[in-house]
């Protein structure tokens, strides 16, 4: 039981982070503004280049329509 309430706990975390990174408010998390959010919130990818962020963000992108939406950003969190 206290694994599901971390999950749901998890999940919570989650949509928070999604909805203070998504600016534009469309509910998809652009390039821009994921590469923009992920380098103010922490310096683990302020030496990132720029084929490392592409590489980055085509894994996250998995239905390839060029936005992150909430799924593929959930999808990407667990993953890491």
């Given at each position: 039981m206290?694994n599901l309430?971390?999950?749901n706990e ?5 949509i ?7 600016k534009?408010?469309?509910g ?24 490392g962020?592409e590489?980055?963000?085509a ?5 390839n329509d060029?936005?992150i939406?909430?799924?593929e950003?959930v ?6």
């Amino acid at each position: 039981m206290s694994n599901l309430m971390a999950s749901n706990e998890d999940l919570e975390d989650y949509i928070a982070m999604f909805k203070q990174m998504d600016k534009s408010h469309d509910g998809f998390l652009s390039y821009d503004e994921l590469k923009k959010e992920l380098m103010q919130m922490t310096d683990d990818y302020n030496e990132t280049t720029e084929d490392g962020w592409e590489d980055m963000l085509a894994v996250m992108d998995s239905n390839n329509d060029g936005k992150i939406d909430f799924t593929e950003f959930v999808a990407a969190a667990y993953d890491r």
